[in-house]
């Protein structure tokens, strides 16, 4: 037991602010804490969570160098320090430099012995890239008038012809004539939700599959998704990374912290692969990683297989009603939303990531966001998030900045339990979901006229 696991971190960030007090009535209760109990701190070689200070440099540009030096700089709040994943190890080398850096809770969280995995899942539960593949089969096979099965791309790893999987998404929807047809002629507005395009954000995936189990598990008995269902095309592309996500549950008991795709690039064990969130055809940045960095871009825009099928599906299933230029608005005559899973900043994030001006759509896309705020809770951000850095050549911008679609992230964490990290216990997944479906119902409600006000 640690603090880690007894408080999301955004609680105990708060608990922190409150003064030393705290801390002592907790150390008083006898509580073991990351700083002061040898055996909650890891072995040198083992991953975990830390918090890194300057006692000069400010937090955003300690984030920023500690980034470019090749660190695993997590996204989130840098009001406790800059959250990195590191090495014990490498927490020792930052101490010698004269920083301060506070473990702040392990990356595993235990799996039981006993526990026996069904098929096709690990780390007590979570599914793997097959299993995903399975399960997006038996949908269609068992609702053939509720669900199509599409493949929209490869993998890189597939292209190579080495293995590797389909992109696959589902379409969701009452068929009717015309429905489910991967072009713009259908009358119903769409919503598309993808996952797991960062391999690691292991709960992203399972909220994909448990929409998709929720929507044709519920048409004809709960009236929101029926009328849902009656009105709009869902869209699911429940793992966009699928070669990546082989190589997180290659250890189904420590899965491989693998935030990227699988693109050899000389790089060993996680610095393999481009980041696909940073290799979008919209503002897509050379500089944002060297090659081993964890936000690699690619060598070109949209240069992975992957990102291919992903915007070949969305420009294919989208009007695009937004001039090219940045700050020219979408119309009013717009439909669709699309929402982006990751994991675990506990954020509703809207255009644009690539800099802090205001979209011209701005009134609108934050409405929405304040609207999914209203539910999980999450803060609702947009272009650094007071964070300090952005993030060019992400999906969510592409899809806004290209088509005028309005295209979301949502930053999954727990908010009121102990679940915090990449490798949340399987157990904490229904408070995940019961925390989030209200989200996504906003959204997908949202497509058939996200704009409104037209600004
Ligand atoms: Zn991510």
Not at 90 to 96: E, I, T
Not at 189 to 209: I, N, S, V, W
Request: hydrophobic share 35%; glycine share 10%; proline share 6%.
């Amino acid at each position: 037991m640690n603090w880690f696991s007894l408080f999301p971190q955004s609680r105990l960030r708060r608990l922190i602010a409150t003064g030393t007090a705290v801390l002592l009535v907790l150390l008083g209760a006898g509580l073991t804490t990351p700083g002061n109990a040898a055996a909650a701190t890891p072995s040198s070689a083992d991953l975990a969570y830390y918090d890194v200070t300057s006692p000069s440099a400010p937090a955003g540009s300690l984030a920023a160098d500690l980034t470019r030096r090749g660190y695993d700089v997590l996204e989130g709040p840098l009001s406790n320090g800059v959250p990195i994943l590191a090495t014990e190890a490498a927490a020792q080398r930052l101490r010698r430099q004269g920083l301060t850096v506070r473990y702040a809770g392990p990356l595993y969280q235990p799996v039981a012995a006993s526990f026996q995995a069904a098929a096709d899942t690990y780390y007590g539960g979570y599914h793997t890239a097959a299993g995903h593949e399975t399960h997006n089969q038996q949908v269609v096979t068992a609702h053939p008038d509720l669900a199509v099965l599409r493949t929209i791309g490869q993998s890189w790893r597939k292209t190579q012809g080495s293995g590797g999987h389909d992109i696959q998404a589902l379409c969701i929807t009452k068929i009717a004539t015309g429905d489910c047809a991967a072009n713009t002629s259908g009358s119903k507005p769409k919503f598309t939700l993808m996952a797991q395009m960062h391999a690691r954000e292991l709960a992203t995936g399972e909220l994909a599959y448990k929409w998709i189990d929720y929507l044709v598990g519920n048409y004809g008995n709960v009236a929101a998704v029926t009328n849902l269902m009656n009105t709009t095309e869902l869209w699911v592309i429940p793992i966009a990374n699928p070669d990546g996500v082989d190589i997180v549950s290659s250890n189904s008991t420590r899965p491989v912290s693998q935030r990227k795709n699988a693109h050899t690039n000389g790089c060993s064990g996680t610095g393999l692969g481009v980041d696909l969130n940073r290799n979008s055809s919209y503002h897509w940045d050379v500089n944002q990683g060297t090659k081993c960095s964890e936000t690699y871009p690619g060598t070109a825009a949209a240069s992975e297989p992957e990102t291919k099928g992903i915007q070949g599906l969305l420009s294919q299933i989208y009007r695009d009603t937004k001039p090219a230029a940045d700050f020219s608005p979408a119309t009013t005559a717009t439909t669709g939303t699309f929402l982006t899973l990751h994991s675990y900043a506990e954020l509703n994030i809207y255009p644009y990531g690539w800099t802090n001006s205001l979209a011209p759509n701005n009134t609108d896309l934050k409405a929405i966001a304040t609207a999914m705020s209203r539910s999980n809770g999450y803060d609702a951000v947009h272009g650094d998030g007071g964070l300090n850095y952005f993030a060019p050549g992400a999906t969510d911008d592409w899809i806004y900045g290209t088509l005028g679609v309005p295209g979301y992230t949502i930053e999954v964490g727990p908010s009121a339990s102990g679940c915090s990290g990449f490798f949340p216990a399987y157990s904490c997944m229904s408070s995940f979901w019961s925390l989030n479906l209200p989200a996504f119902m906003t959204l997908a409600n949202a497509a058939a006229r996200p704009y409104p006000t037209g600004s």
